[in-house]
């Protein structure tokens, strides 16, 4: 038998079991799916293309981007109003959020730098280095948690962006790419996944997805118009238990429920 026709009948035999293997297995890999419900709706600025959301001292902080159009503002959390808004220089796309020892962590896209903003203020307070492209941040346990749009998440010392560690994203053994948003629940780690309509919910402490929750309901009419309108901001109150998503460009942010998700989804609040 020559090489060829030993190699043709091995790619028949490969597409047989993998044939096979499809029909045997019916049930769908990976973790469990639980839908969101909307049970509050917050109107949100349609103009802003939202990077990243977050709940502190008892509003919403958000991040924008576009080149041109980045800022930072603080909305109010019961009729979503922009109670304080600072743009961001032309040269910067602003990425993710995050509350951090008193200040607002913003990073950039591609500019290789991290914003650092007074709250009450919005103003800018100092800059430092990013590694990588800035797509979601979130602290945990101290530290700032950053995605690259990679299947990987950095952890960082908030106070010089030294590299703490990172963490390999992966559902039922395979990585998890095109993490952006992030939010800690529970002391785990919710992360929306870029043009999809699931947020994973992130063990921190092994990086497997433990759970996703599925915001398709709310996200569609949004990308219906356009695509580039994705989910893309999760927000948190911990005194409450209240979450909140929204995405680019969408006219609400919702505060959802995520019903049946199982035990394992939720570790401690403490040390966040
Ligand atoms: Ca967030």
Known sequence: ?????????????????CLWLGVASAAPAGAPVVTAQSVARIPHDPAAFTQGLLFADGVFYESTGLYGQSSRRRLDPATGRVLAKVSLPPSLFGEGLAFAGGRLYQLTWREGRVLTADPATLRPLSELPLPTEGWGATVLDGALVVSDGTARLAFYDPKDMTLLGSLAVTD?????????ELETVGGMIWANVWHETRIA???????????????????????????????????HDPATGRIWVTGKNWPAIHEIKAPGLPLGTFRSEAGK
């Open 1 to 17: 038998m020559s090489r060829i026709a030993s190699l043709s009948l091995c790619r028949i035999f490969a597409a047989a079991l």
């Open 172 to 180: 039922d053994g395979a990585p998890v790419d095109n993490l952006n």
């Open 201 to 235: 919910v992130v063990d921190p402490a092994t990086g497997r997805v433990a759970a996703w929750v599925d915001c398709s309901a709310l996200a569609r009419p949004v990308t219906a118009r356009d695509p580039e309108s994705v989910l893309n901001g999760i927000a």
